[in-house]
């Protein structure tokens, strides 16, 4: 039987998907459904300012990324910046976890989910996700076969993908 869904999420398309589809996994079985978001320490501020297209941002949050954006094309204007862009502080970057969350609860309850609760966290998002399985309990996880990160992930091995060699629960890929 499934109690305890995992969701990592960080905002992209893949993990919208995957928190619509473990939604309705909790829905069926009365699952509680565990939303979890490593800080996006990882990923390029380019990427992180995609989100705000998606609608994943508060408006506080879109202000943030929008000076940091403002800061990035000045930057860029007087000397190279590499594919990363420029650093975002972790105050950003908990503003946009927290908001990454709220929106995939929103989500998760609009598709059934009735106990929704949150993880957010700072570290190595592998790490973290096996450590919240025993914390949490959890029977299954779900997760976006790919997220916000770069190409160089996809050579490296995903999260994902790593996830599903070392979980000792069952783990959905979405696409």
């Known amino acids: 039987m499934i109690r305890n869904i995992l969701v990592p999420t960080d905002g992209s398309d893949h993990a919208v998907k995957a928190t619509t589809f473990a939604a309705d996994i909790a829905?069926?079985?009365?699952?509680?459904?565990?939303?979890?978001?490593?800080?996006l320490v990882h990923v390029g501020s380019g990427e992180i300012l995609g989100l705000l297209k998606a609608g994943q941002v508060s408006e506080a949050t879109q202000t943030e990324l929008e000076h940091a954006a403002n800061m990035l094309a000045r930057v860029q204007s007087v000397a190279p910046v590499g594919p990363k862009g420029i650093p975002l502080s972790t105050d950003v970057l908990e503003q946009v976890g927290g908001d990454v969350l709220k929106s995939g609860e929103t989500l998760a309850r609009e598709h059934g989910a009735e106990e929704v609760s949150h993880i957010l966290t700072n570290g190595e998002p592998i790490q973290c996700i096996l450590r919240a399985i025993d914390?949490?309990?959890?029977d299954l996880i779900v997760m976006g076969s790919r997220g916000l990160g770069d190409l160089e992930g996809l050579l490296v091995g995903s999260v994902s993908h790593k996830v599903g060699q070392l979980a000792d629960c069952t783990v959905v890929t979405v696409k």
């Not at 565990?34 to 800080?39: Q, Y």
């Not at 914390?135 to 959890?138: L, R, S, Y």
């Open 135 to 138: 914390d949490e309990n959890i």
């Open 27 to 39: 829905a069926k079985y009365k699952a509680r459904m565990v939303l979890f978001h490593s800080l």
